[in-house]
């Protein structure tokens, strides 16, 4: 993980689900994850210098020293509920990763274009509807 710096932190409803989506559509690695063994409740996943964290919501009983139940409460309301916020990802060749992203069966929400901006880019949407913009520049 980088000494600083925004990491986006969703919480997802299927975690498996949407590690397999990062992993083999998107191309992330999980940099670290927890607990090392076992079924996982949380990981941060890295592409180049990008990086995000995926979460399970937490259990309704969760460990001592861990979120108060006010908090879990409101993380297990807010999953499947995204927001209007979309993560841009810098790729090396969008294109390939683009066509990456289709063959493993992404759910593509705005095609590869060019963009007036000085872009190439596409959107997709992971199973609990994040966007994620992934580009280089043209």
């Known amino acids: 993980m980088a000494a600083s710096g925004v990491v986006p932190h969703l919480w997802v409803s299927g975690l498996a689900a949407s590690v397999q989506l990062y992993t083999e559509a998107f191309g992330f690695d999980v940099a670290l994850r927890y607990p090392e063994a076992g079924e996982m409740s949380w990981c941060a996943l890295r592409l180049g210098e990008s990086e995000i964290m995926l979460a399970a919501p937490p259990a309704q009983d969760g460990p001592a020293g861990g979120p108060s139940p006010e908090f879990r409460a409101a993380v297990r309301a807010r999953v499947g509920v995204p927001g209007a916020c979309s993560l841009y990802i810098r790729v090396e060749d969008v294109a390939a990763h683009h ?25 997709a949407a992971d199973p609990d509807g994040f966007w994620l913009t992934f580009w280089q520049p043209v």
């Open 99 to 123: 066509a990456r992203a289709a063959a493993h069966g992404a759910r593509i929400v705005d095609p590869l274009a060019d963009r007036p901006w000085g872009q190439r880019e596409y959107t």
